[in-house]
């Protein structure tokens, strides 16, 4: 027949009003043909050690701290470049290029004559000057030396490394705001790791990781979180962190791409379920109870961390509780139908026998 709100009425089995006998209105009974039919599994809620796992990737790059800028303190020309390409080796010590400086040659002729002198005080504020103008102490003792001064100047390696950076060519005018060469020492590298906006929580300095590359996949490198940059990259909503390698065979080159698991604190007698249990909406979180005799019931939960495929469970379940890890959502959306079509109806009644 009909609703008195003139809608036609729904027929209300026995095993639904025992659905609703089992404490909420959202409870729904499925008879074990539907059951098989939609291919419902269920899992039990278990408690145990949990510890989150956090699965992203990084990129291999420099130590900054073992990178050296190679700059002039005067004005001049470049008169030879002894090193032609990014990536080029050099060793403590090798010629870099070679300055044309006025300044340069014109402090040199100070330091001459301050050497015919003979006045101590004059020879060292002479000395000073030339090594404040970035003169290698090889180059003065040679000007002492030959009692020449150099027109052209050598610049030297200040370290072993490889080229990283060349901003200079042959015959350039360059100033003290040029940075000419740029030497990286890649016996030791940077991993920095991308981690989401949502797991920076779980962040901390000495967090273990395990790290592979494609190029050798078969082998692990494990290190820890050494560094955790201050603030979120606005456009993709990530996290840095850093990690450091020893690198003295230059087996890890900069910009290689690398899967990175880092490993969070673990956690005692903590609930877990599998991820895909947990249905996500933009206002809550909840899984669907698996209760006896083919009844289903969805339960409001609280979850925490993930670690693989398992995610931990703070509020709203028990050890042992059955849950359900397929078909959920449409079991779901049906105790969702069932309980407002159940309150519409008693709201009705309510209105007509008050």
Do not use: C
Not at 224 to 233: G, W
């Amino acid at each position: 027949g009909k609703s008195p709100m003139g809608m036609d009425l729904v027929p209300v089995y026995e095993e639904e009003k025992n659905a609703n006998k089992m404490g909420d209105d959202n409870a729904v009974y499925l008879s074990p043909a539907v059951i098989n039919n939609l291919g419902v599994r269920t899992a039990v809620v278990q408690t145990g050690d949990f510890q989150s796992i956090i699965e992203t990737v990084g990129f291999i790059d420099y130590d900054e701290s073992k990178i050296t800028h190679v700059h002039l303190r005067a004005e001049g020309w470049i008169e030879a470049l002894y090193v032609n390409s990014v990536g080029e080796r050099v060793e403590k010590g090798d010629k870099l290029f070679d300055v044309y400086s006025p300044e340069l040659v014109n402090a040199q002729g100070d330091y001459l004559a301050a050497l015919a002198t003979g006045r101590a005080e004059i020879v060292s504020a002479s000395k000073d000057r030339l090594a404040a103008l970035g003169l290698p102490a090889s180059v003065i003792n040679e000007i002492k030396r030959t009692g020449i001064a150099k027109k052209n100047i050598p610049y030297l390696a200040p370290q072993d490394g490889i080229v990283s950076a060349i901003n200079i060519a042959d015959g350039m005018h360059v100033t003290a705001k040029t940075t000419m060469v740029s030497l990286a020492d890649l016996s030791t590298v940077w991993l920095v790791v991308d981690v989401f906006e949502t797991q920076v929580s779980q962040m901390k300095e000495g967090l273990s990781a395990e790290v592979s590359f494609s190029y050798q996949p078969d082998k692990l490198w494990l290190g820890k979180v050494t560094y955790i940059y201050p603030q979120i990259d606005e456009k993709t909503r990530t996290l840095k962190v850093r990690l450091v390698f020893d690198n003295p065979s230059e087996y890890l080159k900069p910009n290689m791409y690398a899967s990175v698991k880092l490993f969070g604190n673990k956690k005692s007698n903590a609930l877990s379920i599998p991820r895909e249990a947990l249905i996500r909406t933009g206002s809550s979180e909840r899984v669907i109870l698996a209760l006896n005799e083919g009844h289903f019931q969805p339960v409001e939960v609280r979850a925490g961390i993930e670690a693989g495929e398992r995610v931990e469970i703070i509020e709203g379940l028990h050890a042992g509780d059955k849950i359900v890890t397929s078909a959920q959502f449409l079991i779901d959306s049906e105790a969702s139908f069932s309980g407002t079509a159940m309150r519409m109806l008693g709201d009705s009644k309510a209105e007509v026998h008050p």
